[in-house]
């Protein structure tokens, strides 16, 4: 069966925002399926709901310090991380291709 969610990447200023209280939006919402925080001013999230949705939900003191939310393509990938970040971006992949 077909995994037909989607990878997005939320990128912010992490001297403008209130870093926990983003922290704990991603990782308690139900519309994150899993996340990954390995970058200090990335998360990539897997989520079922569209950019648009997901930057709504985002803590609103967000919005004044800026931030993006785009989905990305993790089969065209490449860069310098840690062992456990990678893993993270593989298991990912293999999702979509089941």
Do not use: C
Not at 26 to 36: G, L, P, T
Not at 73 to 97: F, M, P, V, Y
Request: hydrophobic fraction near 40%; aromatic fraction near 10%; glycine fraction near 2%.
């Amino acid at each position: 069966m077909s995994d037909n969610s989607r990878i997005y990447a939320i990128l912010y200023d992490r001297d403008k925002i209130d870093t926990e209280e983003l922290h704990r939006s991603v990782s308690r919402s139900n519309m994150v399926r899993r996340w990954w925080h390995h970058i200090k001013s990335l998360y990539l999230i897997k989520s079922d709901y569209s950019a648009a949705e997901i930057a709504e939900a985002l803590p609103r003191s967000m919005r004044e310090a800026g931030f993006l939310v785009i989905e990305v393509n993790l089969q065209n990938s490449s860069g310098w991380l840690s062992d456990k970040a990678w893993e993270w971006i593989s298991r990912r992949q293999k999702e979509k291709s089941m």
